[in-house]
Structures are given as structure tokens and as C-alpha cells.
């Protein structure tokens, strides 16, 4: 079996998703688990388009030695030397050139030759390789390409040094058969030399990403390109959980291997949905609430005779267990650490010190404590930093035929403990309007969603919210035992976001 390498490019597409707007903390969080996942290239985002994604890149070079570590950039002089500025620290740096090649986009977004955009690339791809070991180009709109022009373009970008060519079908327009057909007449055509491999990248406006995906890999591609729950621009990306466990459960006719660890799909799924407040729709393959779920009598008899009569993947191949240790209120430190441990957690003292003691609160409200509520008590504490203000308590009164009254506490970053009361339609309003009070902060409230965690009557409550400032969005996320006080977390949360962004321009 030949290996396939796998680029996830959540961090970059992905976080082109409408609404998400991912801080250095939460993006670090979610390349350690792609690094867990086993995805051989990653990449951190797009160095050039703002300082935040150049100070992410940077820190995820540092902090991750065994990926290569990746930035987009636009054929541009300027734009390749603020990435090797992001990268110049990473164990593996790569950079990824795009320029369009379509005469939709040349004639009326670059407004270039077919000439100019070979003697583009040709000239930023030596330029970079003066500096990047590796780099990769895309032929951006190569779905609405013409052939014979992606082959002048992947020639010039070869001879200027490029190994990695990209076809990106940006606009999701291809289908499978006309998107694999193409691969195998690149791989006729181009001068490829022996360090040449050549990459897929699927949107999916038709819906036909991984199915897209899948046919170029079946035509021989030597890399794929994708993001976890498929999140990404208009429709989205490739769903690369879905690529991985097609590879697997049909490897009889892929026949290609991959570093990818499936057991850590689902807890890869759920933070990059967790952070990003993308919700993953119940029905979705592989890692929807509903995809392992069987509904119809005959379909349980079936699956309780033989799992494998309507069960073609069994759920913990890719990290769905039915039966979780559980912890609760008598359970002691060492139960505590020896499952974070299992669970793939290495806290420092302090973290672990904090996290035992969130524990121990809700352990107090709820029965059995499982996994996802230890994998959401410690994204808290890893996402969450020093933070300028931190929930303290909540009081709501509230009468169904009157307004709702809130008093909120917030700690400030002194210790000083402030409190405030507001009232609203509603209680989350009634709450929102407090913090306001408090914080002195006057945020457009986009986006409010909730959603249990685990199961039962107990679960814990996740709220995702998207609020807008100066004409930037922010999300937060909050998790608690009530829905109320999520949902005071998960603005203020995103009201932390808002508030370091505020003083940064202030100084
Ligand atoms: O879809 C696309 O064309 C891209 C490029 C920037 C590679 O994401
Ligand atoms: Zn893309």
C-alpha cells in the first residue's frame, strides 16, 4: 500500500468559515490534537493576512516539532517573506503559494496574462525556495481550468522548485469522474521531477468534496487536503474524517495508507466544533450524534444479533465509546489523573490542581462524571488563560408573566470581585445586559446556540455565541451544569476576546 499524506488546513480554510474567528490559545489547542490525529502537514494559516495568524503560525511552530507547519501565501514577494518570518523557527516549514489559473479569475479578479501568472509563479517559487525547503502551489479555480494551461502552470512552478502541486477545485464545481480524469492527465502531461507530488483539495458547494477527494486518490494523488467536520468557506472543505475512515473500511480498493490515528476522530471533531461554535449536523457521517445510532426496530434486532448487519464501522474505531469509565463524587485524585492520563492529557500541577477542583464542583451536581465532561473541564482550563474577567456568580429571578432580573459577579484580573444587575426580556438577556454593565463593553449579540453534553437530565450544557464589535465577529463558548450560567460564560468569554483585541488597538 502506498502512503497518501494528509494536509489539514482547518486552521487556514476552515477558519474561513463564516462567523469563526479562532485566538492563538484556541488554535494551539487544536493543532496538538491534529498532531494527535496523526495529519502529516498542517496548516496554521495565512501569515500575511493579519498579525493574529501570523502570531499563531509562529507559535505553532514553535510549539509543534513533529508536523510539518505550513502558511498560505499569495504570490507575492512580500507576502512569502512575512511567512518564512512565521516559520523560520518550525521543524518542518512549508509554504503554500496560490495563484488562479482560471480565465474567470485571471481575466477578471488578477486581471493577468495566462503569461503574467506563469512568470508569477515561476518567480515567487524560486524566490521562496531561496529560503523553504518545501513548497507547494495551487492553481486556485483549477476545477474551471483548462488543462492544457494547468500544465504550463504546474511546469513553471516545477522548474522554479516547486514539489507539492495543488488543484484545488475552489468552487466545489467538478465531479468525481471529471476530477480524477484530470489527475491522470496532469501525470501524463507535466514534467514532473522525481520530488514532485501532486495534492487534492475539494470544496463542497455540489456536495461532492470527499467524494471528489476520494476519486482523485483512487487516480493516484500522493497527497490530500482537507478539514475536520468539513467546516470551511461557503459549503465547506473536504470532511477529512470522512476521507480517513473511507480509506479504511474500503482500503480493498484504495489500497493507500495513512499516519492518521482514527480513535482520535471524534474528540478531534468535537473541540474544533466546541471552539469554533460550528455545531455538527446530528446526521453526519461518522461523527454526527446520529451516526452510529439505529432507530428501527428491525435495524436494533439486527445490530444486537450481529453488529455488522447495519453497522459498517463500529463506533469506537473512530473514538465513540458506549461505555465510559465513569468518575463522580467519591472519586478520589488518583482515579482522577490516572483517566485524564488515559485520556491523552498531560497537565502541569497547576492546571491539574485547577481542573480537580472544577471537578470536584460539579461532581457535587452531577451523578457520573465521563469523558466528555473531562474533556470539557479541561479545554476550559487550556483555552481559557488569564483573563480580565472571570464568571464569579449568577442570581436570576424570573417570572413568566414579567420581565427577568439578573445580578451577575465578575472577578476582575485584581481579584476584586464586581457585581451588577440588569433586566431584560428574557433571562439570557437580563444576564447579557448585566455583564455589559460590568465590563463597560457594548457587543451585538449574532449568534446564541446550545447544546447537552453527554447525556441524561444532569449533562452539562455547552452555549456557543458570536458576538460582533466594530464589525468583527468574536465566538465564546461557555460549559456549566445550568444553561444560564453557560451562557454567562460563553459571553464572556467572547467579551474577553473583544476586550483584549480593544486594548491592543488602544495602545
Ligand atoms: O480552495 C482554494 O483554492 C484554496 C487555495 C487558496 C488553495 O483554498
Ligand atoms: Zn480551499
Avoid at 465510559?324 to 498531560?346: C, I, M, P
Avoid at 485547577?354 to 465521563?370: P, S
Wanted: a negative charge; aromatic letters at 6%; glycine letters at 6%.
Amino acid at each position: 500500500m502506498s502512503k497518501l499524506v494528509v494536509l489539514d488546513t482547518t486552521l487556514r480554510d476552515g477558519e474561513q468559515s463564516p462567523g469563526v474567528n479562532l485566538n492563538k490559545r484556541e488554535k494551539l489547542q487544536i493543532a496538538k490534537q491534529l498532531e494527535r490525529f496523526g495529519v502529516d502537514v498542517l496548516e496554521a494559516g495565512f501569515a500575511a493576512s493579519s498579525r493574529g495568524d501570523f502570531e499563531s503560525i509562529e507559535l505553532i511552530a514553535k510549539e509543534i516539532r513533529s508536523l510539518s507547519i505550513c502558511s498560505l501565501s499569495r504570490a507575492l514577494i512580500r507576502d512569502i517573506d512575512t511567512s518564512w518570518d512565521a516559520l523560520k523557527h518550525a521543524a518542518d516549514p512549508r509554504l503554500h503559494i496560490f495563484l488562479a489559473t482560471s480565465k474567470i479569475h485571471m481575466e477578471h479578479k488578477l486581471r493577468m496574462s495566462e503569461q503574467d501568472v506563469l512568470d508569477t509563479i515561476y518567480k515567487t517559487v524560486k524566490h521562496a525556495r531561496s529560503f523553504f525547503p518545501v513548497v507547494q502551489v495551487s492553481a486556485e479555480d483549477a476545477g474551471r481550468s483548462t488543462k492544457e494551461f494547468l500544465v504550463k502552470f504546474s511546469n513553471a512552478a516545477i522548474n522554479a522548485g516547486a514539489q507539492v502541486i495543488n488543484i484545488p477545485d475552489t468552487v466545489g464545481y467538478s465531479t468525481p469522474e471529471e476530477y480524477g480524469e484530470l489527475f491522470k492527465f496532469l501525470r501524463e502531461n507535466v514534467d514532473t521531477k522525481a520530488d514532485t507530488i501532486f495534492s487534492c483539495h475539494c470544496h463542497n458547494d455540489l456536495g461532492m468534496a470527499v467524494g471528489n477527494s476520494l476519486a482523485a486518490i483512487r487516480a493516484g494523488v500522493e497527497q490530500v487536503e482537507g478539514t475536520i467536520n468539513g467546516i470551511g468557506e461557503r459549503a465547506g472543505n473536504a470532511a477529512l474524517e470522512e476521507i480517513a475512515v473511507a480509506l479504511h473500511i474500503r482500503k480493498d480498493l484504495f489500497n493507500r495508507t495513512t499516519n492518521l490515528n482514527l480513535r482520535e476522530i471524534k474528540q478531534t471533531s468535537t473541540l474544533v466544533s466546541r471552539l469554533t461554535g460550528l455545531a455538527v449536523q446530528k446526521n453526519k457521517a461518522i461523527v454526527g450524534a446520529n451516526a452510529f445510532a439505529h432507530e428501527s426496530g428491525i435495524h436494533q434486532d439486527g445490530v444486537l444479533k450481529e453488529s455488522t448487519t447495519y453497522e459498517i464501522i463500529s463506533p469506537s474505531l473512530v473514538g465513540v465509546e458506549r461505555n465510559n469509565l465513569v468518575l463522580g463524587k467519591h472519586s478520589g485524585r488518583h482515579a482522577f489523573t490516572e483517566r485524564l492520563q488515559e485520556l491523552g492529557y498531560d497537565l502541569t500541577k497547576e492546571e491539574s490542581d485547577h481542573v480537580f477542583k472544577e471537578f470536584k464542583r460539579l461532581a457535587d451536581l452531577k451523578k457520573d462524571i465521563v469523558d466528555d465532561d473531562l474533556h470539557a473541564l479541561v479545554l476550559g482550563e487550556k483555552v481559557s488563560g488569564k483573563n480580565k474577567y472571570e464568571f464569579s456568580e449568577l442570581n436570576v429571578a424570573f417570572n413568566s408573566n414579567s420581565i427577568q432580573t439578573a445580578t451577575v459577579s465578575i472577578k476582575l484580573e485584581n481579584d476584586q470581585v464586581v457585581q451588577d444587575a440588569a433586566t431584560g426580556k428574557g433571562s439570557i438577556e437580563a444576564i447579557y445586559n448585566a455583564i455589559e454593565r460590568i465590563i463597560n463593553l457594548s457587543c451585538h449579540l449574532e449568534d446564541y446556540r446550545i447544546q447537552s453534553i453527554s447525556h441524561g437530565e444532569d449533562a452539562l450544557a455547552q452555549v456557543n455565541v458570536i458576538l460582533s464589535n466594530n464589525a468583527k465577529k468574536y465566538t465564546g463558548f461557555g460549559i456549566a451544569n445550568d444553561v444560564l450560567e453557560a451562557s454567562a460564560k460563553a459571553y464572556l468569554y467572547a467579551a474577553n476576546k473583544v476586550q483584549k483585541e480593544v486594548a491592543v488597538t488602544q495602545v
